[in-house]
């Protein structure tokens, strides 16, 4: 049964740096994945998303350059490197897998000084 856990977030300074990561309980190297966030009181919206392989990256305005989105399909986790955290990131950020409509629970991030 498939099963999608995150880690990683926290409370940041702002300018600070987390490092979200993906485990899934199973193999999803044929699946693009991606990862969304929700603030409070707003839609869920996307942050960026990554191909099965890994080839092929992309990011919303609001984080491009500052966020990198990376996979290891040999651990099945895909992480998503945070830098130069704004308090506007602050968010539960969910991952998806794309063509089986199925998300992990969540973590919370919060920049805030």
Same mark, same amino acid.
């Given at each position: 049964?498939?099963?999608?856990? /995150?880690?990683?977030?926290?409370? *940041?300074?702002?300018? %600070?740096?987390?490092?979200?990561?993906?485990? *899934?309980?199973?193999?999803?190297?044929?699946?693009?994945?991606?990862? #969304?966030?929700? *603030?409070?009181?707003? /839609?869920? /919206?996307?942050?960026?998303?990554?191909?099965?392989? &890994?080839?092929?990256?992309?990011?919303?305005?609001?984080?491009? &350059?500052? #966020?990198?989105?990376?996979?290891?399909?040999?651990?099945?986790?895909?992480?998503?490197?945070?830098?130069?955290?704004?308090? /506007?990131?602050? *968010?539960?950020?969910?991952?998806?897998?794309?063509?089986?409509?199925?998300? %992990?629970?969540?973590?919370?991030?919060?920049?805030?000084?």
């Amino acid at each position: 049964q498939l099963q999608l856990v /995150e880690s990683g977030g926290g409370l *940041a300074q702002p300018g %600070g740096s987390l490092r979200l990561s993906c485990t *899934a309980s199973v193999n999803l190297d044929v699946y693009a994945i991606g990862w #969304f966030r929700q *603030a409070p009181g707003k /839609e869920r /919206e996307g942050v960026s998303c990554i191909s099965s392989r &890994g080839g092929a990256t992309n990011y919303s305005d609001s984080v491009k &350059g500052r #966020f990198t989105i990376s996979r290891d399909n040999a651990k099945n986790t895909v992480h998503l490197q945070m830098n130069s955290l704004k308090p /506007e990131d602050t *968010a539960v950020y969910y991952c998806h897998v794309a063509g089986l409509d199925y998300w %992990g629970q969540g973590t919370q991030v919060t920049v805030s000084s």
